[in-house]
C-alpha cells in the first residue's frame, strides 16, 4: 500500500494505459479521480477500482477544454481534499499526412496535447505544492518525440517534443514549490488505440526487431509511473523514462514489413 490516502488525478483513464494506471495506484491504496472524455469508460474505471475496495470518483471532460480541464483538479480536490499527484495521460493522435491534415483537426491537436500541459501545471500546482512527500506531475510522452519517427504522425511526435519541452522547464520553478516533475516515453504498448490504428497483426510484426521481442503491456507502463511517484523517487526529477524493450536502440526494416503485413 504504497500510496495509501494518496489522492492520485489521472486524464485519459477511461480506457488503455490511463485505465491501468489507474487500477494500479487503487491496488496501492490510493484515492483515484478519473478523467476520462468519455463519461462512459471513466464510470467503468470508476467501478473496477471500487471493485477492488478503493475509493474512486469520475471528473469527465475534455482536455482540449480550458474550463473542463480546471473542474478536473477543482473536482479532485472537493472530492478528497487535497490533491499529491497528477497523471496527464490524455493525448490526441489523429493519423495521416500533413497535407491530409485539416486545420481543426491540427487546432483540436494543439489544444490536447500542448494547451492542456499549461492549463494542467497551473491549476494543479497550487494544491501539489501543498502534498505530503512532495507533490509529483507525470507526463506521459512518447518515445515519438525527438527519438524516432512513424508516418502519419508528424503533428503528435511534435506535440509530445513539446511535452518534454516542458516539462524539463517546470523542473526548476516547480521544484521551489515542492513538486517533482518527470516523463514518461512509452513505446510500442499494445492497447485499443495501437489496434485502431496498425491493426493487430503489425504491431507484433515490428516488435519481433526490438532487443525486448515484444509489444509493451500498459503495466509496463504503469510500474514506471508508480516508480517515478513512489518514495524511492523522492530524489528524481527532470527525467524522462523512455520504456519501449530498445526499440529505439534498432533500424526497423519498415518497407520489407510493410509489404509482407
Known amino acids: 500500500m504504497k500510496f495509501k490516502d494518496k489522492v492520485v488525478l489521472i486524464t485519459g483513464a477511461g480506457r488503455g494505459m490511463g485505465r491501468v494506471v489507474a487500477l494500479a495506484y487503487a491496488k496501492e491504496g490510493a484515492r ?29 471532460g475534455d482536455i482540449a477544454d480550458r474550463e473542463a480541464v480546471r473542474a ?113 516515453e512509452p513505446g510500442l504498448i499494445g492497447t485499443d488505440r495501437l489496434a485502431d490504428a496498425l491493426g493487430d497483426e503489425l504491431p507484433h510484426k515490428l516488435a519481433a526487431h526490438f532487443p525486448v521481442p515484444r509489444v509493451g503491456r500498459s503495466e509496463d507502463i504503469a510500474n514506471a509511473v508508480l516508480f517515478l511517484t513512489s518514495n524511492e523517487a523522492s530524489y528524481i526529477t527532470g527525467s524522462n523514462l523512455l520504456v519501449d524493450g530498445g526499440a529505439t536502440m534498432v533500424s526497423l526494416p519498415i518497407d520489407d514489413i510493410l509489404r509482407s503485413h
Open 32 to 60: 483515484v479521480v478519473v478523467s476520462a472524455r468519455t463519461a462512459a469508460y471513466g464510470e467503468e474505471t470508476v467501478r473496477a477500482i471500487e471493485a477492488l475496495g478503493a475509493r474512486a470518483c469520475l471528473v469527465g
Open 72 to 184: 478536473m483538479v477543482e473536482g479532485a480536490v472537493e472530492a478528497f481534499g487535497a490533491l499529491d499527484i497528477v497523471v496527464h495521460c490524455a493525448a490526441d493522435a489523429p493519423h495521416g499526412r500533413i497535407l491530409d491534415t485539416s486545420d481543426e483537426t491540427f487546432d483540436h491537436l494543439v489544444r490536447s496535447n500542448v494547451q492542456s500541459l499549461f492549463w494542467l501545471a497551473k491549476d494543479a500546482a497550487i494544491h501539489l505544492s501543498k502534498a505530503r512527500d512532495k507533490g509529483r506531475l507525470i507526463f506521459i510522452s512518447s518515445g515519438e518525440a525527438n527519438r524516432k519517427y512513424t508516418p502519419g504522425l508528424i503533428p503528435y511526435g511534435s506535440s509530445k517534443a513539446f511535452m518534454n519541452a516542458f516539462a524539463r522547464g517546470l523542473v526548476v520553478e516547480f521544484g521551489a514549490l515542492d513538486i517533482l516533475v518527470n516523463v514518461v
